[in-house]
Structures are given as structure tokens and as C-alpha cells.
């Protein structure tokens, strides 16, 4: 390390990690994308749970029409 790197690191001038950290925006795409897609994926769960209890209820309604004939 260069003495200057070695003197900001020190703390003249240099930039706590808090604001660092909330500063850098990398991977900030990446985390966007993964919210969209769990939100995506809880609607799809929900729409599905929802369907199957409907098709249930359809399939015993022709289970039972077949048995009774």
C-alpha cells in the first residue's frame, strides 16, 4: 500500500463504512429483480392454492356423479 492509501485508511479523509455501504449501489439491479420475482412467485402459490381447491371440489363433483350411476 502507498503511504497516502495507508493515511486515508487511518481516517484523514476517509469515508466511514456506513455511509460507504449506503453509498454503493452495486448489485442494486440484482436485488430488484429478486423482490420482483418473489413477489411473482407468492402470486403464483396464491393463484395456484386457490385453483386447487376449486378443481377439487370440481373433480369430486364428478367422482360422485360416475358412483352414483
Known amino acids: 500500500m502507498s503511504r497516502t492509501a495507508v493515511e486515508l485508511s487511518k481516517g484523514a479523509g476517509a469515508v466511514p463504512p456506513k455511509r460507504r455501504f449506503a453509498a454503493d449501489a452495486r448489485g442494486a439491479t440484482s ?3 429478486a423482490l420482483i420475482s418473489g413477489l411473482v412467485f407468492l402470486a403464483i402459490v396464491g393463484s395456484l392454492r386457490l385453483y386447487a381447491s376449486k378443481v377439487s371440489t370440481v373433480y ?5 356423479a360416475v358412483s352414483q350411476n
Open 31 to 33: 436485488i430488484e429483480y
Open 60 to 64: 369430486q363433483t364428478i367422482g360422485n
